[in-house]
């Protein structure tokens, strides 16, 4: 793809995201495009701009500006956190180390599908407009369903506070044969 | 914060020497480190070795993923972890098979995994397939990509035509169309730069055994094709005139993929032209590659004209008899990647390319495990991968629990190897050595404003990992 339409991608969707251990040399892995330093600011203004009326919001810490998420693993156990508006859900399974196996393998870039998660319907007419570019990639995700969305597209809001979302049984791709797609 | 200060005071293979179990990993891509991580988590007193042929790790990631994509190279950050985990050693520079045999490794450890992959391309086995100006769309990659070889396509034809119609193929197609401007951000390499930046290039062609409705690309590659500045897609109306009718009952993701190259049909009939351009041609298959009056280089390529029997993704082409001839100046083969077989000892089904095995275990070989496109042939992506390897991980896993792979003797795994080759004068590269290579990668490209000036060469690998 072209360099500005990647560049479009990695301010939408979450580029250089926080890892518990990672070094300074893997953080210069992730440098592959050297005048975007930028990022992790731009990358939490796409998920902050719908909520931004007064500064206090921007302040993840105040325990009144949690949401409680909810994830449904593979094994069929659930596991309740508590997040801050803004981040995605791809970020609150990194910021909380939640043992996903494979999960954000391209790092909320749009190139992969296994931040793929499952919505109950009425939550899932609620959220926001889905991309050509998340769709593209949602439709090779393994276990697609109606409800299905990539976890790096959907911003927390106070309105998703107690969502549930379920993880698919499998993370592969459906990329994995000839013709198949 | 490297957790790994005690481990990378000594050589490498001065690891652990406990009673844990011991696992070699041969190979150090996706494959190979996705088994290594799900292994390290399961147990922790497992110990890891990952052994690479390059001096460098990442395989596919660094030598196949096209360089306008940086985002699907993120998983490099994970790779690191792994290798930079207290229980994970990586030798580079170490050739199983040569340098060191699989059943001398397996006499170390526990248990072998082989993750390496798929090195080799298959041959469209047509005469001709030898005339200069024909490449496999592996080596054309591996070109662009660094991968140390001596291959150099010279691009001073009008025409190209791609065999083979999945995201391979168009990788290429999207390189050999791409502004410079862009591409010269990328870590693309500089010579391929060069040679793109010289290239009379400006049509490109993908061609397919099958109908649109069977197309193995993804709708992703497609709309980067359509996007592409000053690029007209060349599409034949007729190839699409049978396939509104199907379009209803197609599931989600074929049908948006359908749509859109139909949209492209419709969009493009009638516009002004273009400088570039690219096509789908369908219902097409090589039987001769033709040379040019000097009978040394390609001029042009003969296709059988096929049809479909049956419908759907299982439907086949058949040869209908009627031949044409496309001129064209480079022929790229993109119909697949191949493995090769590494070591008399371990089983290898030269039909299916594929190391035998059972859900990852290899037949009839105690303590040999395979992962990634050697176990399961090369198709899919990085997260196809990904599970394949956990898969395997979870079966070494599951016999070192039941005691089909017996832990209670004591292995020597790393230093016993590491002495072997040694005495064969091979020296290994560690993981902070690639880091000294990679930082010097970065520091080269920064200065042209790129992500990493790619070295082409082992020696000069070599010789930075070693100074």
Redesign the interface.
């Given at each position: 793809?072209?360099?500005?339409?990647?560049a479009r991608?990695?301010t939408l969707a979450g580029?250089s995201l926080p890892?518990r251990?990672?070094?300074t040399?893997?953080k210069?892995?992730?440098?592959?495009?050297?005048?975007l330093t930028r990022l992790p600011e731009l990358n939490r203004d796409r998920c902050q701009r719908r909520e931004i009326t007064s500064s206090s919001v921007v302040q993840p810490l105040r325990s009144e500006n949690k949401v409680t998420v909810n994830f449904v693993n593979r094994d069929g156990e659930k596991v309740t956190v508590k997040a801050s508006p803004g981040e995605s859900l791809l970020d609150v399974v990194v910021d909380q180390d939640l043992d996903f196996?494979?999960f954000g393998?391209?790092?909320g870039?749009?190139?992969?599908?296994?931040c793929h998660v499952i919505f109950e319907e009425e939550i899932y007419k609620q959220l926001g407009p889905i991309s050509?570019?998340e769709?593209?990639?949602l439709?090779?995700a393994y276990g697609?369903t109606d409800t299905s969305r990539l976890g790096c597209q959907i911003c927390l809001t106070k309105s998703l506070d107690g969502v549930t979302v379920r993880l698919p049984e499998?993370?592969?791709?459906?990329?994995?044969?000839?013709?198949?797609? | 914060r490297h957790q790994v200060k005690n481990k990378d005071s000594g050589p490498p293979g001065s690891g652990s020497s406990g009673p844990g179990p011991k696992v070699c990993i041969v190979g150090g891509g996706p494959a190979g480190f996705y088994t290594a991580q799900h292994l390290l988590k399961a147990r922790d007193d497992m110990v890891v070795d990952v052994y690479e042929r390059l001096p460098v790790p990442f395989g596919l990631v660094r030598f196949g993923v096209a360089p306008d994509h940086p985002e699907v190279k993120n998983v490099i950050n994970t790779f690191t972890q792994t290798a930079q985990h207290e229980r994970c050693y990586f030798y580079g520079n170490v050739n199983v098979g040569t340098d060191v045999s699989v059943e001398e490794l397996r006499k170390a450890y526990h248990a072998v995994v082989l993750s390496y992959g798929a090195e080799a391309n298959r041959s469209m086995r047509v005469s001709g397939e030898g005339l200069a100006g024909v490449f496999s769309a592996r080596d054309f990659v591996g070109w662009y990509n660094g991968l140390p070889s001596n291959k150099e396509p010279h691009l001073n034809c009008e025409t190209v035509v791609i065999l083979g119609q999945g995201n391979v193929a168009l990788d290429v197609a999207r390189i050999l169309l791409s502004p410079l401007d862009l591409l010269k951000k990328t870590d693309i390499t500089q010579h391929a730069l060069d040679t793109l930046a010289a290239s009379r290039v400006r049509r490109v062609l993908i061609v397919g055994r099958r109908g649109p409705l069977q197309i193995a690309c993804t709708i992703k590659e497609v709309r980067e094709m359509i996007n592409l500045p000053d690029t007209a897609a060349d599409m034949l109306p007729a190839d699409f005139e049978s396939i509104s009718e199907a379009l209803k009952d197609l599931p989600r993701p074929r049908k948006r993929l359908t749509e859109l190259m139909m949209k492209t049909v419709k969009t493009e009939s009638g516009q002004h032209k273009a400088n570039k351009s690219w096509g789908f041609r369908f219902l097409r298959s090589p039987l001769e590659v033709l040379p040019g009056p000097d009978g040394k280089r390609v001029a042009g390529i003969r296709l059988a004209v096929n049809k479909l029997e049956g419908s759907g993704e299982d439907a086949k082409a058949v040869p209908t008899g009627q031949t044409e001839d496309l001129e064209c100046g480079m022929v790229i083969s993109s119909i697949g990647y191949k493995s090769l077989p590494i070591d008399p000892c371990v089983p290898f089904d030269p039909r299916s390319a594929i190391v035998p095995n059972n859900m990852g275990r290899v037949k009839d070989t105690a303590g040999l495990y395979c992962s990634g496109w050697v176990k399961r042939g090369p198709t899919g992506v990085i997260a196809t991968t990904m599970n394949d390897s956990f898969d395997t991980a979870r079966m070494l896993l599951k016999d070192m629990d039941s005691g089909m792979l017996n832990l209670s003797v004591n292995k020597p795994g790393g230093q016993e190897i590491t002495a072997l080759l040694k005495e064969r004068g091979v020296r290994a590269v560690s993981f902070p050595e690639w880091e000294k290579i990679n930082l010097e990668e970065v520091r080269r490209g920064t200065a042209v404003g790129k992500p990493r000036e790619k070295f082409l060469d082992v020696k000069d690998m070599l010789a930075v990992a070693w100074s």
């Open positions: 793809m072209s360099l500005s339409a990647a991608r990695l580029w890892r251990s990672c070094s040399v893997s210069t892995f992730s440098r592959t495009l050297p005048s196996d494979g393998a391209c790092e870039t749009l190139a992969c599908s296994t050509d570019e769709m593209d990639m439709d090779l697609l499998s993370v592969a791709d459906i990329r994995q044969s000839d013709g198949s797609a | -």
